[in-house]
């Protein structure tokens, strides 16, 4: 016990002739630097160091020194991911990029920025604003989300529909690399193919391959005009026809959600406006472009659906996706917890996986709802469960391997938008093939042949000489 208290002493008087002694510490139990939002899920490790890097060249010191003593990494955004991808489950450091905020370039006229990594996303989304542009991946929690951590885990959101997810704007990034060197990749020329694409290789890596410590993001215009229309369907099979029928009329909002009958049922206070007491399914659909274009896709959505629908109704924009925002909390706290997944599906299957999630759960004796990006089938699948009971941690566990295995029968992906992080490390194991479990093992001890870079996270038994062999392990996924 003195021994390990020594050697964490003179790890932290190390790594403090480094970042200066003010930016290390030991994070005592509970402290947030040694979770993510995965504690909801019962994941919550134990870093023997936090250090906060105050820029890359301190990073990679940082990243040489523990190489060089075989201690592992984990590097730190904002703290708000989903798969447990910030947790240092193995001990050693956590690498906290909060001090890298400085906005190091706008260029209005050329439609682009530059930021260090700790720049949250909001305040992205503010300077593309101030300048007449826009910045379009919006995950969630913008105030505390990074754009670091939205690189690295390359987080969605609603309007990933017509838009797309943040990699689509990573024009380049500078990062660092084991053993603690500083590279840059991409850039803004518009076309390179002079060598293989490292920066598409390092856009949703999730801290594995390298500490991402600046990036160049892409702005769009922003759009002249926008609108939002709530289409409320009888039930799940009305609602994901609509669903299609919009897709095959070549209506492109920039989002589409959705919400089904329990769903509806426990987000229904707040929601801005009147839910018609025949709604069993809702379609949220953010339309944006041009006065007319807007105009036009509203009337043409309303003509080709509004004989199917059990009602129409058109909130405030602004109040109908603070709305949508508040939905987790307000389901999570129907029983005090949840458990959740995450999943992709070719969207002619929604309505498949849909009805086969509510019959496992229903099998098992769990309630459950769910909700997601309709109109590109990513599909948030939620059991309530009582935070205190063991049981329905285990019978949750249970529903969710079988509804994954259902997903990847359907040709879907068992990580849509929250990534693969430690909770799905196992999962990943089971559905994916082995030879690209393989690949990307190799991949993954190119870049890190010592596996401390986030080890255990993203790919199973990275680095380990065990390629796609793994052990089944669970992870308790209680969201108190």
Not at 116 to 121: I, L, W
Not at 238 to 259: M, T
Request: glycine share 12%.
């Amino acid at each position: 016990m003195l021994a390990a208290a020594l050697a964490s002493q003179s790890m932290r008087s190390d790594l403090g002739r480094i970042v200066g002694a003010e930016h290390v510490f030991e994070p005592p139990p509970g402290s947030p630097y040694n979770r993510d939002a995965t504690l909801r899920r019962g994941l919550q490790g134990r870093a023997d160091a936090v250090v906060l890097p105050g820029d890359a060249q301190e990073v990679a010191a940082v990243l040489a020194w523990c190489y060089e003593r075989g201690v592992p990494l984990v590097t730190r955004g904002g703290g708000t991911g989903l798969a447990g991808g910030a947790v240092p489950s193995e001990g050693g450091v956590v690498c906290s990029l909060e001090r890298l905020t400085a906005v190091l370039d706008v260029e209005p006229a050329l439609w682009r920025l530059r930021v260090q990594a700790g720049v949250t996303t909001a305040h992205v989304h503010r300077l593309a604003r101030e300048n007449g542009l826009v910045f379009p991946p919006d995950p969630g929690a913008g105030e505390q989300s990074t754009i670091g951590g939205n690189v690295a885990t390359n987080a969605g959101g609603p309007h990933a529909l017509k838009y797309g997810v943040t990699g689509r704007y990573v024009a380049g990034l500078q990062a660092v690399v084991a053993p603690g060197e500083i590279v840059r990749v991409g850039g803004w020329a518009q076309k390179d193919v002079s060598t293989y694409d490292l920066r598409s290789l390092l856009v949703g890596s999730e801290g594995t391959l390298a500490v991402i410590t600046e990036v160049s993001l892409r702005l769009l215009p922003a759009p002249a005009a926008a609108d939002s229309v709530v289409l409320f369907a009888s039930d799940a099979a009305s609602g994901c026809d609509a669903i299609l029928e919009s897709i095959a009329a070549g209506i492109r909002p920039a989002a589409l959600d959705f919400l089904d009958r329990a769903a509806l049922a426990y987000a229904a206070a707040g929601y801005p406006g009147e839910i018609p007491a025949e709604a069993g399914f809702a379609l949220l659909f953010d339309i944006d472009g041009t006065e007319d274009e807007v105009a036009e896709q509203r009337g043409e959505l309303l003509e080709l659906l509004a004989g199917e629908l059990a009602g129409v109704d058109t909130p405030d924009r602004r109040d109908l996706w603070r709305w949508r925002d508040s939905v987790n909390g307000r389901v999570a706290a129907a029983r005090g917890a949840k458990v959740a997944e995450d999943v992709v599906l070719p969207v002619e299957r929604l309505r498949e996986a849909l009805e086969q999630f509510g019959a496992i759960a229903e099998r098992h004796g769990l309630p459950s709802c769910s909700w997601g990006h309709g109109g590109d089938g990513n599909m948030h699948a939620n059991l309530l469960t009582d935070p205190e009971s063991v049981r329905d941690a285990e019978l949750a566990q249970r529903i969710c391997d079988e509804f994954l295995a259902s997903v990847a029968a359907m040709g879907g992906s068992i990580a849509g938008e929250h990534g693969i992080g430690r909770v799905k490390t196992a999962a990943a194991a089971e559905h994916l093939p082995a030879a690209t479990l393989e690949l990307q093992a190799r991949v993954k001890r190119e870049f890190d042949p010592r596996n401390l870079l986030n080890p255990a996270a993203k790919v199973p038994a990275a680095a380990t000489g065990e390629g796609a062999a793994v052990k089944r392990t669970r992870e308790r996924k209680v969201l108190q």
